[in-house]
């Protein structure tokens, strides 16, 4: 199984990026997949996942209205569009896969995980 995040990079105060993240190896529509954030100095948290289907997605409140999850199941890809960036929202940013397809908040749920792409907003 891989999950190859990509898109991240420097980024101004009030700009977008969209992030990326293909997955190999796995059933890709029957997996959930979530977005997690690690700032530097700080413990690791979620910030938006989405069911198989992408029906159901949650956001973390930090991101709500500004950061929007999506999937495209035929690209077996899931992606984070994040507007409205703010210098808290740097962090290294990783994706994972969740086998019970949810998309849950818990990191504890998620058995795959990508190697993280580093987001920096400048103030």
């Known amino acids: 199984v891989q999950l190859q995040a990509t898109g991240g990079g420097l980024a101004p105060t009030g700009g977008s990026q969209r992030l990326s993240c293909e997955a190999s190896g796995l059933p890709f529509s029957s997996y959930g997949m979530g977005w997690f954030r690690q700032p530097p100095g700080k413990a690791r948290e979620f910030v938006a996942a989405i069911s198989f289907t992408g029906g159901r997605t949650s956001y973390a409140d930090s991101v709500k209205g500004r950061f929007t999850i999506s999937r495209d199941n035929a690209k077996t890809t899931v992606y984070l569009q994040m507007n409205g960036l703010k210098p808290e929202d740097t962090a290294v940013y990783y994706c994972?896969?969740?086998?019970?397809?949810?998309?849950?908040?818990?990191?504890?749920?998620?058995?795959?995980w990508g190697q993280g792409t580093q987001v920096t907003v400048s103030s």
């Open positions: 994972a896969a969740d086998f019970a397809g949810t998309g849950e908040n818990s990191p504890d749920h998620y058995e795959h």
